[in-house]
């Protein structure tokens, strides 16, 4: 079956602008995760989505970051205002169920480049 | 807070066994995870040990955990190209769903 989708794969931006990024998890499964991967560093965790419970946003760097996720599916990470230290790749990964034994499964990334 | 550290590089020639080392801090680890990455590619779930298991054996991947001093290792056995990668490693503590990973080790092989 498919994997976790993300689009787009790269997006590159002006300083100041805003920038949506979306993650299409697998089907079914009910967690989410978003990441941060900056140039030699680890995933460094930004937000997690499990079911209709609130999120976790403890990961978020500031206040110009938001997520949403639609209908237990679709998620889109906002990017306000965009930094040029927010040019990083943006891994999403889903799992099947809140367990932390679950196998999170990555999609590919959206490299961002913030000019 | 929880800490994950590895090596930054590794080399080595093909057929030979690669180990990859990291350590971790946070004493309530559950679960500890070896993900590869290849180039332009999303992370890909080697496998995983559970805290209680001291070694875990998958075809030519074999994972040693040392809870005392808080050590994990990757021992890829008869290494090849294809396995040249980005390692990382990764630890989920009790309550906490997102992973905390390394900063990854590159595994260069050499023909």
């Known amino acids: 079956g498919a994997g976790v989708s993300q689009s787009p794969s790269n997006k590159v931006t002006e300083k100041g602008k805003d920038v949506e990024l979306r993650c299409d998890p697998i089907?079914?499964?009910?967690?989410l995760y978003w990441y941060r991967q900056s140039l030699g560093q680890g995933l460094e965790f930004l937000i997690y989505f499990q079911g209709n419970s609130a999120p976790d946003k403890s990961g978020l760097p500031s206040d110009r970051f938001s997520a949403e996720r639609t209908g237990g599916s679709v998620s889109t990470l906002t990017i306000q205002r965009t930094q040029q230290e927010d040019s990083a790749v943006y891994l999403c990964?889903?799992?099947?169920?809140?367990?932390?034994?679950?196998?999170?499964?990555f999609g590919p990334g959206t490299r961002l480049t913030v000019l | 807070g929880e800490d994950v550290e590895q090596s930054l590089f590794l080399s080595v020639r093909e057929g030979d066994s690669s180990v990859i080392n990291c350590t971790y801090t946070d004493s309530s680890s559950t679960y500890l995870y070896w993900y590869k990455q290849e180039p332009g590619a999303g992370l890909q779930l080697l496998t995983y040990i559970f805290s209680n298991m001291d070694m875990k054996q998958d075809q030519r991947l074999t994972v040693l955990l040392n809870k005392k001093d808080k050590h994990l290792s990757l021992r890829i056995a008869d290494t090849q190209t294809g396995d040249s990668a980005i390692y990382f490693c990764a630890e989920s503590g009790t309550g906490r769903r997102a992973l905390t990973f390394g900063s990854g080790t590159r595994l260069q092989v050499q023909p």
């Open positions: 089907s079914g499964h009910t967690a």
């Open positions: 990964a889903s799992s099947p169920r809140d367990r932390s034994t679950d196998t999170q499964y």
